[in-house]
C-alpha cells in the first residue's frame, strides 16, 4: 500500500487570474504559532521541501510550499514577462490573502529568497522571520552562468532512466555524496510524467525568457536594500552550501557584515542549494525557529 501523502492540496489565484497549487501541510499539536510559507529555486517545485516541510508540520507549524507560477502543478503564465520575483511575490501575497494568513516565516530556496526580500519589500509585515537557503542580495556570475545555461533549454528524455542522469549530470556538483537512489528520487521531483507516458521538466521553458531579455544585466542584481531591509528589521537566518557556486563565501561574510544579528549556518560538502534535510541545515532551522513567537 503506498504511504498517505502528508498534505492536502491547495489553489489559489494570482492576482492576473492564473490557478496556482501550494502542499499544505497540517500543523502537529502545539500552541499557535505562525506559518511557514517555503518558496522553491528557479526550475524546481515544491517537492524541494518533501523532507523538511513534514518535520515542520510535526513541530507545530503549518507548512505551505508552494509551486511559483510556471512551475509543477501551477498554471504556466500566458505572458512570459510576468516570470519575475515581483510578480512572484505578489502572487504569494494572494495566496496569504486568500488562505487568511496574516503573517508567515518564510523559507525561500535561492530564488525563494530573492521573492522573500521582494515581499518584505511590498508588505513588510506579512514577514515574521525569513530563512534565506544560498541566496544573497548579491550573487557570483559564475553561478548564476552555470543556471542560465542549462534554464529553459530543451531535453530528450526517453525514460526514467534518462532523467536520472540528467538530474545527476546537472546537479552532481552540488551533491558530490549522492548515491543512484539519491538521483533517482531527484529526479522524480524535477520531472513529471504526462499521461501519454512523456517524461519532461517540470516547468514552463518560458521561465528564461525575462532573464534573456534582461541580458547581463540580470546575472549580477543587486537587492543589498532589499536584504538590509529585511535582516536588520526581522530575525534572519542564512544557510549556505559550503561548494556553493552562486553564493560564494566573500559574498556571505559581506551579507553578516551588513547584518551582524543574522544567524548562519553551512553545510559541507553541498553546494547550491542545499535541500535542508541536511543535519547542519535542519539544526539550524529548528534552533532559530524555536527563538520566534
Do not use: C
Amino acid at each position: 500500500m503506498a504511504a498517505a501523502i502528508p498534505y492536502v492540496e491547495r489553489r489559489w489565484k494570482s492576482p492576473d487570474g492564473l490557478d496556482l497549487f501550494a502542499r499544505d501541510y497540517a500543523p502537529g499539536p502545539a500552541p499557535a504559532r505562525p506559518p511557514v510559507i517555503a518558496i522553491h529555486g528557479l526550475t524546481r517545485n515544491s517537492a524541494d521541501f518533501d523532507a523538511i516541510a513534514p518535520l515542520l508540520a510535526q513541530s507545530g507549524r503549518r507548512v505551505l510550499a508552494i509551486d511559483v507560477r510556471g512551475r509543477g502543478l501551477s498554471d504556466r503564465a500566458p505572458d512570459p514577462m510576468t516570470y519575475t520575483p515581483e510578480v512572484y511575490a505578489r502572487d504569494v501575497l494572494a495566496l496569504m490573502d486568500q488562505a487568511a494568513i496574516d503573517r508567515a516565516v518564510f523559507v525561500g530556496t535561492s530564488m525563494g529568497g530573492l521573492i522573500t526580500m521582494a515581499l518584505t519589500a511590498i508588505r513588510p509585515r506579512a514577514v515574521v522571520a525569513a530563512i534565506l537557503n544560498d541566496i544573497g542580495p548579491e550573487v557570483s556570475p559564475e553561478g548564476l552562468a552555470r543556471i542560465a545555461g542549462y534554464s529553459g533549454q530543451p531535453v530528450e528524455i526517453g525514460s526514467w532512466a534518462d532523467a536520472t542522469a540528467y538530474a545527476k549530470r546537472i546537479n552532481a556538483v552540488a551533491f558530490p555524496h549522492y548515491t543512484d537512489a539519491d538521483w533517482a528520487a531527484f529526479a522524480r521531483r524535477i520531472f513529471r510524467q504526462q499521461p501519454d507516458g512523456e517524461i519532461g521538466l517540470d516547468y514552463d521553458p518560458d521561465i528564461a525568457v525575462p532573464i534573456r531579455a534582461a541580458g547581463a544585466k540580470a546575472l549580477v542584481p543587486n537587492l543589498w536594500p532589499f536584504f538590509r531591509r529585511l535582516a536588520k528589521k526581522k530575525p534572519t537566518l542564512l544557510v549556505r552550501g559550503a561548494t556553493s557556486d552562486l553564493l560564494s563565501l566573500a559574498i556571505a561574510e559581506k551579507m553578516r557584515k551588513a547584518a551582524p544579528t543574522m544567524a548562519y549556518a553551512e553545510v559541507p560538502g553541498v553546494g547550491h542549494a542545499p535541500m535542508l534535510d541536511e543535519v547542519e541545515a535542519k539544526a539550524a532551522i529548528f534552533e532559530f525557529l524555536a527563538e520566534l513567537d
